[in-house]
């Protein structure tokens, strides 16, 4: 799992949360430091801050091939801008977390999307 997220506090809960739920978590601070974990390391999930220092949806939204996580991105918005909710979505992210949020919705969204990539489609 990779957080990207430049707010320290923020990206500590997430990353106590999200470990104590049993994930392996990366936490990047920007973009460029997410793009170089994605390249060295298997991601599943992606948390995205949308107001990185560059458009974190457009940044999540450029993923290609390997870089891409293999369960999808969820977008991290400000309750203050729903807007950007609905920005990720149409750019492919997965669902959204608004914040302020409670570490315990965020990992069972985490989880949602998990058990979600892994059932069967059905025939």
């Known amino acids: ?3 990207v997220e430049d707010e320290p506090m923020i990206g500590r809960i997430l990353e106590h949360k999200l ?4 994930h392996r978590v990366l936490w990047a601070h920007s973009a460029e430091e997410a793009e170089a974990l994605a390249r060295d390391e298997a991601v599943d999930v992606a948390l995205v801050d ?4 560059r458009d974190g949806v457009a940044f999540a939204a450029a993923w290609t091939g390997g870089l891409a996580p293999a369960c999808g991105w969820l977008a991290m918005v400000e309750a203050r801008h729903p807007e950007e909710a609905e920005r990720a979505r149409a750019a ?6 608004v914040k302020p949020f409670k570490p315990t919705a965020v990992a069972a969204q985490v989880r949602e999307l998990l058990d979600g990539a892994r059932q069967p489609s059905p025939r």
Do not use: D, I
Request: glycine share 18%.
């Open 92 to 97: 492919g992210a997965r669902g959204a977390v």
């Open 19 to 22: 470990s104590r739920e049993g």
């Open 1 to 3: 799992m990779l957080v």
């Open 50 to 53: 949308v107001t990185l220092e």
